[in-house]
């Protein structure tokens, strides 16, 4: 990269798949795929590691502001289409991908400067992973926000582990995949703020002529505070909470969370039950189990950790094979109709899920053993 970063108006990086601009001490990156809701290719990642790296200890940037092109999506995910060709021809992009995926993350997670991610769109799956480890997660009216990975077969990684072991709905999120809007992010603690469409426009617009104090994190935190509205819509989570509570255990298997929604006789929440219920039952089986044991698992670990347990469960998770039937079912095919292996909850025994725990030996050979000591 070149020393004149600061003084290039527009620079692009991954065959363009990244735009960066600077301005004010400010460095703007977007993510620049929008024909593919701005998914994280490998090319992406590796260029987001390289520019967050060099603006640590680079005065000349106070902040990073990390947004979507196009109207739809912040980021809708990784591109799985290339993991899954990886993993069928006997290639490697599989491995390295989210070794370096797993790393960005962590990285964002610890980041010394102030960094704001513009979450007024599409977030899922990886952009959940780049969007969670900033300091500041603002969310918009166009929000919306999902972990969906066990309806491909995969599981929460990217930290879910770790974050949504943290949040009051976080099993339910993981579990059912569901997609909610920004004042739900706000209640499952998975942003910070919410600006309205001209909120965003003037928060940029500001950040062009803020003056720099020396503290630039409270200098970024004020400027946000000044903005921040409540968002145009009310949670519908909230509401929820009890019914999520009573049915989403973690001392309860998923079994026995499905079969506690069919029982639910309630009005008020008899509907919820049944079309919950109805949505774990098209998932697949084994990565819902995985999913249960990972967030309980997730609750004492340490965000390193999280991400050393996430990296052997996705290794496994391409020997299993749902994830390869997922993908292929509803995202190439888009026949919605994958056949998972097993089929059922019943079918799946402890041992099928012990595998998916057993990672290498955490050691200086461990791809994700240097986490603490080069970040912090």
């Known amino acids: 990269m070149s020393d004149s970063l600061n003084s290039t108006p527009l620079r692009e990086y991954s065959q363009g798949e990244l735009q960066v601009e600077v301005r004010n001490k400010v460095a703007h990156v977007t993510l620049n795929r929008p024909q593919a809701l701005n998914a994280l290719s490998f090319g992406m990642i590796q260029g987001l590691s390289d520019l967050f790296t060099r603006w640590a200890h680079d005065d000349s940037v106070q902040c990073i502001v990390l947004k979507g092109a196009g109207e739809k999506a912040f980021c809708a995910g990784g591109d799985i289409r290339a993991l899954r060709d990886s993993a069928l021809s006997g290639g490697t992009l599989h491995h390295k991908f989210f070794i370096e995926e797993y790393e960005l993350d962590y990285q964002l997670h610890r980041y010394v400067k102030p960094y704001i991610s513009l979450l007024n769109g599409i977030v899922m799956g990886g952009g959940m ?8 997660r603002v969310v918009g009216p166009k929000t919306r926000m999902a972990m969906p990975e066990t309806a491909i077969g995969l599981f929460p990684d990217v930290g879910g582990s770790y974050f949504l072991s943290r949040s009051p709905v976080g099993l339910y999120l993981g579990l059912t995949g569901i997609t909610f809007r920004a004042a739900d992010a706000l209640f499952a603690n998975l942003a910070d703020r919410y600006l309205s469409e001209d909120g965003i ?10 003056l720099w104090t ?22 519908t989570l ?3 909470r009890d019914a999520i509570d009573h049915h989403f255990r973690l001392d309860r298997s ?13 009005a008020e929440w008899q509907s919820w039950a049944e079309e919950t219920a109805a949505t774990l039952e098209k998932r697949s089986p084994t990565m819902l189990c995985v999913t249960h044991e990972q967030i309980r698992r997730g ?13 052997g469960i996705v290794e496994a998770c391409f020997a299993h094979g749902d994830v390869l039937e997922g993908i292929r079912a509803m995202v190439i095919d888009k026949d919605n109709k994958p056949a998972w292996r097993p089929d059922s909850l019943v079918a799946v025994d402890e041992s099928i899920i012990a595998a998916f725990f057993s990672p290498p030996p955490l050691n200086e050979t461990h791809p994700l053993a240097g986490l603490e000591a080069r970040y912090g």
């Open 129 to 136: 992973g780049i969007a969670q480890g900033s300091g500041f």
């Open 201 to 210: 426009a003037e928060l940029l617009a500001r950040l062009d002529r803020l």
């Open 214 to 235: 020396g503290d630039s994190g409270k200098d970024v935190a004020r400027l946000i505070d000044t903005l921040a509205t409540a968002p145009d819509t009310l949670a």
């Open 238 to 240: 909230a509401p929820m």
């Open 254 to 266: 998923v079994l026995d969370i499905v079969e506690s929604l069919r029982r639910e006789r309630r």
């Open 299 to 311: 609750r004492d670990l340490s965000l390193a950790d999280c991400f050393r347990m996430e990296l």
